[in-house]
């Protein structure tokens, strides 16, 4: 059974990079799409990015100057970075396995369980 | 980026009601919709995907509709594990959005 776990920090001063891996457990990472998505506290979702495993990438447009991803298959792990962070990046950060690389199939058929990014000085 | 507005934001409902949620896109996306129920503390599950195909393990009381513009989710006996929030994601543009969510509660 396929498993995902983000970690990271869980503080990050404000003008810092945001930094976060999700390691895939119970299964390959290859062949897959892996997304990042965050939740502010008691708002709804956004779509940060997704990375396949050959490392191609596609990011939210509002985010892009900011966000890298990478992908270390040899670890069966992916990561996020988000630079220059102020208090509105402040959310829970999910991890998600993209279903399928088809067009139109891009949803996410298994989740994190999220970790909570505060952003502070 | 395409838009998608839910409707209601907020539902109260009893054990057995019928329920419907809305997802409206702002430009048209073909069955490229699905469906995720999320409870408080917890990731996003999936329901529904291509708008109307129910996602392995779900119950059958959750069924999806819809094509274009214009969606619908409907539980159609509210079980007590049903309360949560509900959210829509369109998958037709590179760029991927979710609506606003649509939160169920007892009444």
């Known amino acids: 059974q396929v498993q995902l776990q983000e970690s990271g920090p869980g503080l990050v001063k404000p003008s810092e990079t945001l930094s976060l891996t999700c390691t895939v457990s119970?299964?390959?990472?290859?062949?897959?799409?892996w997304s990042w998505i965050r939740q502010p506290a008691g708002k709804g979702l956004e779509w940060i990015g997704r990375i396949y495993t050959s490392g191609s990438t596609n990011y939210n447009p509002s985010l892009k100057s900011r966000v890298t991803m990478s992908v270390d298959t040899s670890k069966n792990q992916f990561s996020l970075k988000l630079s220059s962070v102020t208090a509105a990046d402040t959310a829970v950060y999910y991890c998600?396995?993209?279903?399928?690389?088809?067009?139109?199939?891009?949803?996410?058929?298994?989740w994190g369980r999220g970790t909570l990014v505060t952003v502070s000085s | 980026d395409i838009q998608l507005t839910q409707s209601p934001s907020f539902l109260s409902a009893s054990v057995g009601d019928r329920v419907t949620i809305t997802c409206r896109a702002s430009?048209?996306?073909?069955?490229?919709l699905a469906w995720y129920q999320q409870k408080p503390g917890k990731a996003p599950k999936l329901l529904i995907y291509a708008a109307s195909t129910l996602q392995s393990g779900v119950p059958s009381r959750f069924s999806g509709s819809g094509s274009g513009t214009e969606f619908t989710l409907t539980i159609s006996s509210l079980q007590p594990e049903d309360f949560a929030t509900y959210y829509c994601?369109?998958?037709?543009?590179?760029?991927?959005?979710f609506g606003g969510g649509t939160k169920v509660e007892i009444k």
């Open positions: 119970g299964g390959s990472i290859s062949s897959y799409y």
């Open positions: 998600a396995r993209v279903a399928s690389g088809s067009y139109g199939l891009w949803y996410f058929d298994l």
């Open positions: 994601q369109q998958l037709n543009s590179y760029t991927l959005t």
């Open positions: 430009q048209g996306i073909s069955s490229y």
